[in-house]
């Protein structure tokens, strides 16, 4: 098989979707294929015919299929796409002298136009093709042909179209950019969200090895499904009974009456492969399985089952799902409680936490719209269900408990997205395996899965909690209030006591407790009781009454010295004695109208949190403690300065080589397939493709190289210079005294040169000689690349303290320029950067042009696995990378916006 047949789709293929939401194969066309090719023309009407090979010969057709069925070779791939085991659609491309420009032909069957055939053909093919080096598709039409005129147009690439009497030339250029990433998250989410309503808008279900036995899991789901009062077709299968909770029983999958849309599989692990099978021959469109203990043959064997027969797949070891919608009413679950119908989808993988989920927010009241337990994740992700929520006219709230992901960078862009439309939160659940390094640099050893998982939510703008709990007290302030303009809060109590604690609390979670306007206090110390105090934290004093209490939080909410009000509350006895009742000043009618975010403490109810309503249909949130009420506000802070953010864009640094450092890349793997550290000429030279400013250094391998070296870069800077002692697999040179600091003269550097031979012997492959650099601020940047994340681009504190002091932030590259603004000013050691106690602000745009050349090395080069810059030196007068270290893999190029079920 040649490289470009190597290159296509995996074998035996990929799957995706439709728009319609049926499941497709696209693979490479193979010797076999011909009589379904055959098959394919001979079904073409007269005009598809006419169209495809500009006339209406059934021999065309027959040379079509000879010639796509021939042994592959280079420069030319073509694929097929086919349904239930039927050719549906051809796509292929051929280079000629050019070999950036391929010509393409593309044909789908009458009767799957207009579903996506043709685009995903040629997404997959342009996938394939870019891989191979092809920049350019050429294609010859017909005039008349508007149906793939439109498909060319509608992929979002650029096209010109050269008109030729009856003939069209069109050329697409094949460099993705938004405008086809934008197109694709459009075709994704239509297809999606049609596959997904058979899982969550059923018309009918079989619950399948449902128990007769009480305790049985199937028999709990068949009681849900009931009491919930799903109004379309219910049958269970179980062989030894006729009705089980009043729903007819068959004895096998292939005696029911009706082909169910959703099927829920009970049965034992054992059983689940061959189920899944004869769901699938039955017609059946998704299946949530509840079964847990799946072995890796037989998770296998019911993944290729659901991919066989276009099935979506919710779990297996899923607790279930639910749509509270009227017209649907499916609690498809096993849970002891019916969700209460409301604005949040949600969707977890631990079932113990959808149960945790589902109880806390039927008792805030906020309710659910649809729940999906993902379980094992064989199939449906938070990706779908969150493209689900985006379009289904009842979420307003987003809430995910993911133990992992399958593409994290599809994730990404789609929470992003739906970011913009409604909150997206998470609880940070910490057990992906992705952050863990075979190797050790700086780089690597600070890039946590926590730093790695932060990064990811942060940038797309998803709400990250630590706990259940917290999750639960940030959504119900979302649920009910405005969003902070800011971080600054006016605390109000009763209690001089709790306020103090409610004012460290905000300050603890990030948020500002500032010193009101004199104007403000004079007013608020005329709305209050004597004795009280408004300089923020406002104390009213136990002696407040409904009224002044209600004036005051008013008068705070509508005024622009603060952002958020947090009111403080204790039961006291002289508000029993005056028949006071503080959470009226919470209630009161119009308080649902205040500008500003408005939360309380009250410090003896019993619930963690709970939603107070008033007369308008609004709420307010109650904690019973001041710490989650802080971190609520933090968070919903946190997510107005996200929208209010510019999205940014992807600058394209001047200058770079690409081309250049793939022939670097290329040649290393070649010498060493399985990868490895960059010598230091080859680690300069790559660094030098993108214009990576370093630090002056010569190699030498004996005494005299280093004397010589020494002596010419000394002529050049201060006059001192540096030796760093060199081996493949040294990380740390500091941690072995590998570098030699501050040597003057030719006898300090041969004395130099002969102690670190003497202590590393062999070992050392040579020296690194450079100018001693002058003194600034030491800085690290480094990526990390990771094939389900991406390349993750580290910056912060450097040198030698680097991983002791850990004050690093990460970032997903490429970086946009608000991106490299966040790097830049999100360390705490950031006012060193921009001029500490009167010292004069550090090279900015050297520093931001040097994290904007490395995070596009790191997006051009897939091989790219480590590069470890540490020291990078930044001074008012430059920004320069002092030592450096890069590491490649043999990895080949992952397009995380390609069309594909896992």
Not at 449 to 459: C, E, G, N, S, V
Request: glycine fraction near 10%.
């Amino acid at each position: 098989m040649t490289q470009t047949a190597r290159r296509a789709p995996d074998a035996p293929g990929a799957h995706a979707l439709l728009s319609d939401g049926r499941t497709v194969q696209i693979r490479p066309a193979r010797p076999d294929d011909r009589d379904g090719l055959l098959a394919f023309y001979e079904g073409m009407s007269a005009e598809s015919l006419r169209l495809r090979f500009l006339g209406a010969s059934r021999l065309s057709g027959r040379q079509s299929a000879d010639c796509l069925c021939a042994s592959p070779r280079r420069g030319r791939l073509a694929l097929v796409v086919s349904f239930a085991g039927r050719v549906v659609g051809v796509a292929e491309y051929e280079t000629g002298e050019d070999p950036a420009t391929a010509e393409i032909a593309l044909a789908v069957a009458d009767d799957f136009r207009h579903q996506g055939a043709g685009t995903l053909l040629l997404e997959h093919l342009m996938h394939a093709a870019r891989e191979a080096g092809v920049t350019a598709f050429t294609a010859d039409t017909l005039a008349d042909n508007h149906p793939v005129l439109k498909v060319f147009t509608d992929l979002g690439l650029e096209v010109t179209r050269r008109f030729d009497h009856g003939d069209v030339h069109c050329v697409i250029r094949l460099a993705p950019g938004e405008r086809y990433r934008s197109a694709v998250d459009e075709r994704a989410r239509t297809a999606d969200s049609a596959s997904l309503r058979p899982l969550l808008r059923p018309r009918s279900i079989a619950v399948i090895g449902a128990g007769s036995r009480p305790g049985s899991v199937g028999r709990a789901v068949l009681k849900n499904l009931r009491r919930a009062g799903f109004p379309g077709r219910l049958h269970a299968v179980n062989p030894h009974a006729r009705h089980i909770e009043h729903t007819p029983c068959h004895a096998t999958v292939a005696e029911l009456p009706h082909p169910p849309d959703l099927a829920v599989l009970t049965v034992p692990a054992a059983a689940v492969p061959e189920t899944a099978d004869q769901c699938g021959r039955a017609g059946v469109r998704a299946l949530v399985v509840l079964t847990s203990g799946l072995d890796a043959g037989q998770g296998a064997a019911l993944h290729a089952a659901c991919r066989r027969h276009g099935m979506r797949l919710a779990g297996p070891n899923s607790l279930g799902l639910a749509n509270t919608e009227e017209e649907v009413r499916l609690d498809a679950t096993f849970a002891a409680h019916r969700p209460l119908p409301g604005t949040a989808g949600v969707a977890v993988q631990s079932g113990g936490v959808g149960i945790a989920l589902l109880g806390g927010l039927s008792r805030l009241g906020i309710g659910v719209s649809s729940f999906v337990s993902l379980g094992d994740k064989y199939d449906v992700s938070g990706n779908d269900l969150l493209q689900w929520w985006e379009g289904d006219g009842r979420t307003e709230l987003a809430l995910l408990h993911l133990e992992s992901f399958g593409n994290a960078r599809a994730f990404s862009r789609t929470a992003r997205r739906v970011a913009r439309r409604m909150p997206v939160l998470t609880v940070d659940a910490g057990r992906s395996d992705a952050g863990r390094r075979a190797a050790a640099s700086h780089t690597a050893a600070a890039a946590t899965p926590t730093m790695t998982r932060q990064a990811l939510f942060r940038q797309a703008g998803v709400t990250a909690t630590r706990s259940v709990g917290e999750l639960l007290d940030t959504a119900a302030l979302l649920h009910s209030q405005p969003l902070p303009a800011g971080t600054k809060v006016a605390v109000v109590s009763n209690a001089g006591g709790a306020a103090v604690l409610a004012a460290d609390a905000c300050t603890e979670a990030g948020l500002t407790v500032p010193e009101l306007p004199a104007g403000l206090v004079t007013d608020l110390l005329g709305l209050l009781p004597g004795g009280a105090s408004a300089a923020n934290p406002v104390d009213a004093t136990a002696a407040v009454g409904d009224r002044e209490l209600r004036a005051c939080v008013d008068r705070l909410a509508g005024h622009g010295a603060v952002d958020a009000v947090l009111v403080v509350l204790v039961p006291t006895a002289l508000a029993e004695a005056t028949g006071d009742d503080p959470i009226r000043v919470l209630t009161h009618a119009g308080s649902g109208n205040r500008p500003r975010t408005v939360a309380a403490v009250l410090l003896d109810q019993a619930e963690r949190v709970r939603l107070l309503h008033t007369p308008g249909g609004g709420a307010v949130p109650a904690y019973a403690d001041p710490e989650p009420a802080a971190r609520a506000l933090a968070h919903a802070a946190a997510r107005a300065r996200w929208l209010d953010r510019p999205a940014g864009t992807v600058p394209k640094p001047p200058g770079t080589d690409p081309a250049g450092a793939r022939e670097i890349t290329e040649a290393f793997l070649a010498e060493h397939p399985e990868g490895g550290w960059l010598d230091p000429r080859r680690c300069a030279g790559l660094l030098d493709c993108y214009g990576v400013q370093q630090l002056p250094w010569a190699w030498a391998e004996t005494e005299q190289e280093a004397v010589e070296a020494a002596a010419r870069l000394a002529a050049a800077g201060s006059g001192r210079v540096v030796l760093k002692a060199h081996w493949p697999r040294l990380l740390h040179k500091s941690d072995h005294g590998a570098v030699l600091l501050d040597l003057d003269g030719e006898e300090q550097v041969r004395a130099a040169h002969r102690d670190l031979r003497a202590r590393l012997g062999d070992v050392m492959t040579g020296v690194l000689v450079q100018p001693m650099a002058g003194r600034g601020t030491e800085l690290v940047a480094g990526v990390v690349q990771d094939e389900v994340f991406g390349p993750l681009m580290l910056f912060g504190l450097g040198g030698t303290a680097t991983e002791l002091l850990a004050d690093h932030v990460a970032c997903f590259a490429p970086l946009t320029d608000q991106d490299v603004h966040d790097l830049i000013t999100a360390p705490r050691c950031a006012p060193l950067l921009f001029g500490y106690r009167g010292g004069g602000p550090v090279d900015l745009e050297g520093l931001e042009r040097l994290l904007l050349r490395l995070s596009q090395m790191a997006a051009d080069l897939p091989q790219l696995a480590e590069a470890d810059l540490n020291p990078v030196l930044a001074r008012p007068d430059g920004t320069v990378a002092v030592d450096a270290r890069i590491r490649l893999l043999p990895r080949r190029a992952h397009d995380p916006y390609l069309r594909r079920l896992r």
